[in-house]
């Protein structure tokens, strides 16, 4: 026979998950509006300006990545670090490419190359978060296979043991 008295531990740690999913996805939509709202004056400003520089253009690609981003949370509930790192790079990029120019001679070239290194070692991290999440999985992946075994083990009857489960901890 199955458990039917949950315990309060129980009921607490599943009030709690929904509470947090809830906040969540209050919180992204909300950031979402956010964005589309800004890039929707963004894109307001240039056609009002008539045409579009290269800054404009990169920083609709920002708007697109938060965007895609936020739609990659309410898809597979995950927040993937990678996003954020492209984000970097696409800011980096940008002020690299729009704001250098204002600067001084001699400043010019250390803010060149400090950018420049910034930007090889988030693409460096890049390849690094990648390959180990290939090779050794992420550390989500045993949250859900854990949360997966307490659901199990409170439909269970008191006697009876949960099957072992065989995580592979590399991605096939």
């Known amino acids: 026979m199955a458990k039917k008295n949950v315990g309060i531990h129980e009921r607490l740690q599943s009030i709690g998950r929904e509470f947090v999913d809830i906040c969540h996805y209050v919180i992204l939509f909300l950031i979402s509006v956010v964005v589309v ?17 290269l800054k404009d253009i990169l920083m609709l ?20 670090v990678q996003f954020l790192i492209f984000i970097a ?13 204002a600067v001084s001679d001699y400043f010019h070239l250390w803010l060149l190359a400090t950018i420049s290194v910034a930007i090889m070692v ?3 991290s890049i390849v690094v978060l990648t390959w180990t999440a290939r090779t050794f999985g992420r550390p989500e992946d045993n949250l859900d296979q854990q949360h997966a075994n307490l659901t199990v083990k409170a439909l269970l009857p008191d006697d009876a043991k ?9 991605r096939e």
């Open 89 to 101: 790079i696409t800011a980096l990029s940008r002020h690299l490419v729009v704001d250098v120019q």
């Open 37 to 53: 709202w800004t890039a929707g004056k963004e894109f307001v400003g240039i056609v009002q300006k008539g045409s579009a520089d």
């Open 122 to 124: 988030l693409s460096a």
């Open 162 to 170: 949960v099957p072992d489960s065989h995580t592979k901890h590399r």
């Open 61 to 80: 690609f920002i708007y697109l990545e938060l965007l895609a981003m936020i739609g990659i949370y309410f898809k597979t509930h995950r927040l993937p």
